[in-house]
């Protein structure tokens, strides 16, 4: 019996990393002779930069950064296994989770700390890079990093603009002669699962601006201010960062990577799994085993856990998730390999319970899910394939 567990985090309970292990033993408890691969895994946001460097047997390298208010804070970047490829992680410069509730505020912050990153692996050498986008406080177009790497960006005086997506609005001209010239010789994969615009209802302020503390007032100004800064960009690049694909990612620094840098989007999961090298353990699998904290009608939109089930459909393994709650209208997901939706919460309890005893429950929910499946499986094709 060969089972691959490839969860992303339980965002604020585990780590793709303790996800993965707290699976493995559920397993074992049931199957203690069974084959587990365990492939931690990340959507381009949060746990991506962990995920890659484990998986490539890499190692990280910490710098002193400008977090998304100002303040300095230690963030660090990967080294791939390869020693040639570096991963950049927004959120470990320009992160929600650098920042308490009551500190949330989307005019102010900046993501100047994650251009201090990629100046710094440009310092160090790298011309290769995988930049995971999410999990960003920030709602500055990525004014920010495209100042910490020297893009000059004046007000009407001839002032560098401030931090933030209030600064965006005063905005006279941009000036890239000062730009970074090594970044043109690099090359920019960017892990991200946002297609949105830059602007509009459909776009970064609109649809990611609440999470970041925006009211309706604050998101009619950044939404304006985000177009201000597009028609400023577009005449020095002659790029339309507007309606373009994207480039809302991350309160829209995904379009500064597209009108600034040699760059390339690719779906997040899809990343990681590349680099995991996935597809050469699914050879001989019986069973993949996936899921995160949430699992609803929205995963079916290039989440973690699509995206190792479609990978392993391919290769005609079947899929099972496991998830701190499961939502409405998942059944999508069934047209993708996976074979059943499982939350791991046992009992009536609080949010808090859950969260805190997670660890336990994942556990305790991947050995009921694997006896039943196997259960089911020797019957089905007759005969006790697995006994235990």
Same mark, same amino acid.
């Given at each position: 019996?060969?089972?691959?567990?490839?969860?992303? =985090?339980?965002?604020?309970?585990?780590? @793709?990393?303790? @996800?993965?292990?707290?699976? &493995?033993?559920?397993?074992?408890?049931?199957?203690?002779?069974?084959?587990? !691969?365990?492939?931690?895994?990340?959507?381009?946001?949060?746990?991506?930069?962990?995920?890659?460097?484990?998986?490539?047997?890499?190692?990280?390298?910490?710098?002193?950064?400008?977090?998304?208010?100002?303040?300095?804070?230690?963030?660090?970047?990967?080294?791939? +296994?390869?020693?040639?490829?570096?991963?950049?992680?927004?959120?470990?410069?320009?992160?929600?989770?650098?920042?308490?509730?009551?500190? /949330?505020?989307?005019?102010?912050? *900046?993501?100047?700390?994650?251009? #201090?990153?990629?100046?710094? @692996?440009?310092?160090?050498?790298?011309?290769?890079? !995988?930049?995971?986008?999410?999990? =960003?406080?920030?709602? &500055?177009?990525?004014?920010?990093?495209?100042?910490?790497?020297?893009?000059?960006? /004046?007000?009407?005086?001839?002032?560098?603009?401030?931090?933030?997506?209030?600064?965006? +609005?005063? $905005?006279?001209?941009?000036?890239?002669? =000062?730009?970074?010239?090594?970044?043109?010789?690099?090359?920019? /994969?960017?892990?991200?699962?946002?297609?949105?615009?830059?602007? +509009?209802?459909?776009?970064?302020?609109?649809?990611?601006?609440?999470?970041?503390?925006?009211?309706?007032?604050?998101?009619? #100004?950044?939404?304006?201010?985000?177009?201000?800064?597009?028609?400023? !960009?577009?005449?020095?690049?002659?790029?339309?960062?507007?309606?373009?694909?994207?480039?809302?990612?991350?309160?829209?620094?995904?379009?500064?990577?597209?009108?600034?840098?040699?760059?390339?989007?690719?779906?997040?999961?899809?990343?990681?799994?590349?680099? =995991?090298?996935?597809? #050469?353990?699914?050879?001989?699998?019986?069973?993949?085993? *996936?899921?995160?904290?949430?699992?609803?009608?929205?995963?079916?939109?290039?989440?973690?856990?699509?995206?190792? @089930?479609? *990978?392993?459909?391919?290769?005609?393994?079947?899929?099972?998730?496991?998830?701190?709650?499961?939502? &409405?209208?998942?059944?999508?997901?069934? &047209?993708?390999?996976?074979?059943?939706?499982?939350?791991?919460?046992?009992?009536?309890?609080?949010?808090?319970?859950?969260?805190?005893?997670?660890?336990?429950?994942?556990?305790?929910?991947?050995?009921?899910?694997?006896?039943?499946?196997?259960?089911?499986?020797?019957? $089905?094709?007759?005969?006790?394939?697995?006994?235990?």
């Amino acid at each position: 019996m060969k089972i691959i567990v490839a969860p992303d =985090s339980f965002k604020g309970s585990l780590s @793709a990393v303790e @996800a993965a292990n707290a699976i &493995d033993k559920g397993i074992k408890k049931a199957f203690p002779d069974a084959e587990t !691969v365990l492939i931690p895994v990340a959507d381009g946001g949060e746990g991506t930069l962990e995920t890659l460097v484990t998986a490539t047997e890499g190692e990280m390298k910490h710098v002193i950064v400008t977090d998304p208010l100002g303040n300095k804070v230690e963030a660090g970047y990967g080294i791939l +296994g390869d020693k040639k490829t570096c991963v950049i992680e927004m959120a470990a410069a320009s992160g929600l989770t650098l920042l308490s509730e009551e500190e /949330l505020s989307p005019l102010a912050a *900046t993501t100047y700390g994650t251009g #201090q990153l990629i100046k710094q @692996a440009l310092d160090d050498g790298f011309t290769s890079f !995988v930049v995971g986008l999410g999990g =960003s406080a920030t709602n &500055d177009g990525g004014a920010g990093m495209l100042q910490a790497l020297g893009l000059r960006i /004046l007000d009407a005086e001839g002032k560098e603009i401030g931090y933030g997506g209030d600064a965006l +609005g005063k $905005i006279a001209s941009i000036e890239i002669d =000062s730009f970074d010239p090594r970044i043109k010789d690099c090359q920019f /994969l960017i892990a991200s699962d946002v297609e949105n615009p830059l602007i +509009g209802l459909n776009g970064a302020s609109h649809i990611f601006g609440p999470q970041k503390g925006a009211t309706p007032e604050m998101i009619e #100004q950044l939404d304006q201010n985000l177009a201000h800064f597009a028609d400023q !960009v577009a005449k020095v690049t002659g790029i339309k960062l507007h309606d373009m694909p994207g480039a809302g990612a991350a309160g829209g620094i995904g379009g500064a990577f597209q009108a600034f840098f040699p760059c390339e989007l690719e779906r997040g999961i899809d990343v990681v799994l590349e680099y =995991s090298n996935i597809n #050469q353990f699914l050879t001989g699998t019986d069973l993949v085993i *996936t899921g995160e904290g949430k699992v609803d009608g929205q995963t079916a939109s290039g989440k973690t856990p699509l995206g190792v @089930a479609q *990978t392993a459909q391919r290769q005609g393994v079947p899929t099972i998730i496991l998830a701190g709650s499961a939502g &409405d209208d998942t059944a999508v997901l069934h &047209d993708f390999g996976v074979v059943s939706i499982h939350s791991i919460v046992n009992k009536p309890m609080t949010l808090e319970e859950s969260m805190r005893n997670a660890s336990i429950l994942l556990e305790l929910s991947a050995e009921q899910v694997v006896r039943s499946y196997f259960y089911a499986f020797n019957h $089905i094709k007759g005969g006790a394939i697995y006994e235990n």
